[in-house]
């Protein structure tokens, strides 16, 4: 189901624990390290699902989603919008509870993957965002 209500983005939030930022960068200027830093900071489980990184805040990197040993509540996409499509499947596969793609990112067959295999699903919403504005804070 895609989610826009705000009651919905809250109840993802709130029951959430573990997210895979797929695309997580290692460099601090980068706007995903920023989001992962802000996610680590309020006690989520963080995990870097990078090929291109070792770790993340001491956190090890994955190379894909189905390196994750734990369940994944959230998949937060860092990547172009052509590369979300497999992303999509790839968190159907792992069993993740929500598909999220960062502001900017936007792939209708992306969220009809996911939606297909029974995950939630938000684009083009920056999760920092939507959180402040929750007044999840």
Do not use: K
Request: proline share 3%; aromatic share 6%.
């Amino acid at each position: 189901m895609l989610v826009t209500a705000d009651d919905q983005l809250r109840r993802i939030l709130d029951n959430a624990r573990t997210i895979a930022i797929v695309g997580l960068s290692d460099r601090e200027d980068r706007s995903s390290y920023g989001i992962g830093e802000f996610l680590f900071d309020r006690g989520y489980d963080v995990i870097p699902v990078n090929p291109n990184i070792s770790e993340f805040h001491g956190i090890p990197a994955v190379v894909a989603l189905a390196d994750i040993e734990v369940p994944i509540d959230i998949v937060d996409v860092f990547r172009r919008a052509e590369f979300t499509a497999d992303i999509a499947r790839e968190a159907v596969a792992a069993g993740a509870g929500t598909l999220w793609l960062q502001l900017g990112i936007v792939n209708d067959e992306a969220m009809a993957i996911a939606e297909a295999g029974g995950l939630d699903t938000v684009q083009d919403l920056c999760i920092a965002v939507s959180y402040r504005m929750l007044g999840l804070d």
